[in-house]
Nanobody, 125 residues
Framework: VQLQASGGGLVQAGGSLRLSCTAS????????MGWFRQAPGKDRDFLAG???????RHADSVKGRFTISRDNAKNTVYLQMNSLKPEDTAVYYC????????????????????WGQGTLVTVSS
C-alpha cells in the first residue's frame, strides 16, 4: 500500500496550491483519509479529514482557507489551499485509515494506518 502526495512547491503569500494524494495497492474508497502538516521544530498537526461518505472536518487554523475533497474513482484525496500564509510553510502529509472513520476520529493521528512521504509547501512573504 502506498500513498503518493504531490502538488507542493513555492508560492507567494496569498496564493493557492492544490495537493493531491493517490493511493495504490488497495482501494481507499471506503476509508477515511486526512491531511496533516509538520513545520520545522514543531509537532505534526491535523489539517483536514474526510470520511468514506464524504463528511469533512477541518482544523480551526485552516477553516475557510483549506478544503479537503476526494475522488473515489481515482483513489485520490485533495487539499485545496487558498490565501496561503508564510506560517503555512511545512511538510504536508496525507494519511489513510483502514476503515470508514467518523467526525470524531478523523482528527486523531493515531487512527491513521497509512502515510504518504510528504510534500513540502513553502510560502514566501
Amino acid at each position: 500500500v502506498q500513498l503518493q502526495a504531490s502538488g507542493g512547491g513555492l508560492v507567494q503569500a496569498g496564493g493557492s496550491l492544490r495537493l493531491s494524494c493517490t493511493a495504490s495497492g488497495r482501494t481507499f474508497s471506503t476509508a477515511a483519509m486526512g491531511w496533516f502538516r509538520q513545520a520545522p521544530g514543531k509537532d505534526r498537526d491535523f489539517l483536514a479529514g474526510i470520511t468514506w461518505s464524504g463528511s469533512t472536518r477541518h482544523a480551526d487554523s485552516v477553516k475557510g482557507r483549506f478544503t479537503i475533497s476526494r475522488d473515489n474513482a481515482k483513489n485520490t484525496v485533495y487539499l485545496q489551499m487558498n490565501s496561503l500564509k508564510p506560517e503555512d510553510t511545512a511538510v504536508y502529509y496525507c494519511a489513510a485509515m483502514s476503515y470508514s472513520g467518523s467526525y470524531s476520529t478523523i482528527p486523531r493521528e493515531s487512527m491513521y494506518e497509512y502515510w504518504g512521504q510528504g510534500t513540502l509547501v513553502t510560502v514566501s512573504s
